[in-house]
């Protein structure tokens, strides 16, 4: 009998070496179809093996994700990052084990690990109206720069887009729809294609942005070197996140303008209808998803506890 058929296949590893999680990682990432995920994902796995690599080697199991846990939680996380960390973790384990590096009983019991539950609703980030018109009002465009700048500020509030969705965002997406603007067709985040209405103002400043740069096709939102030449074709995140410090528009928040819209939406009122065109808009798979992100439920305008009767004024 030949060596090689008398050779017994090696076992899974109990035990994760530094190739191993690279290669896991690789596969993870891979596996993600949304430039973001991937950039999530790519620093939560990063943080996970610096972690695991940190102290003496352990079995990777159950036991040392709970671990993992543990730390996360020592270390102030908020639920949402822990669970998206863990997440990260479930499927270096999935992966590892679909390629034999990992024993599937050790994979099962780390899938098996909950997340952390999350008590309550964050509250998110928005403009008030006289904010919001305050802030648009401020910016009195003269520059090419301040006519982009403009027009981005108002596409991010009054259509509620991502970054990555207003960076990728075509001239040709923008058509007509029941005597209406809309960005036609926008594939979001993991993949979600939907329709987004383009109110009447915002239409306005893009128009007076690309007919400036003598944009007709192509990418909207474009570069502008130091000489305030258009250049390229299209824009960096990192450009994008210049906008928010330039114009101080990040009260606390990179979500902020997405939430302001979501807010402000005139049909954000109590019924489902009504939330459910908001998650049309956003580009929400749930709606429970909608809520928590707005917080909605909750009205701080007229707040249940402004009148109580025992006011110093109260008759």
Known sequence: ??????RKKRP?????????????????LTSLTSASGQRTYDHAIREFVAWYCSGPRLAFNR?????????????????????????????????????????????????????????????GNWLTPEQGRRLLESATPSTARGLRDHAMVAMLIGCGLRRAELLA????????????????????????????????????????????????????????????????DGMSPKCCGMLSTRQRLAPGSTSWPRTTCGARAPVSATSRAANDQIQFLLGHVSIQTTERYLGCKQKLRIAVNDRLGIEPDAA
């Open 12 to 28: 899974p590893k109990r035990v994760l070496a530094l190739p191993d999680l690279e290669h896991a990682k690789t596969a993870v």
């Open 1 to 6: 009998m030949s060596k090689s058929k008398s």
């Open 169 to 232: 965002l075509r001239l040709e997406s923008i058509q007509q729809r029941e005597e209406h603007w809309v960005i036609a067709d926008l594939v979001g985040k993991g993949g979600h294609v939907r329709t987004v209405p383009i109110p009447t103002w915002v239409k306005s400043t893009v128009d007076a942005w690309t007919a400036a740069a003598s944009i007709t096709h192509g990418p909207v939102f474009r570069a502008i070197n130091k000489a305030g030449h258009v250049w390229g």
């Open 63 to 123: 036991t040392v994700v709970l671990r993992y846990r543990i730390h996360l939680e020592q270390r102030k996380y908020a639920p949402a990052t822990i669970n998206l960390r863990l997440a990260a973790v479930r499927r270096i384990a999935y992966e590892a084990a679909d390629a034999g590096l990992l024993s599937p009983e050790l994979a099962a019991g780390i899938r098996r690990v909950k997340g952390v539950r999350r008590i309550g609703v964050r509250l």
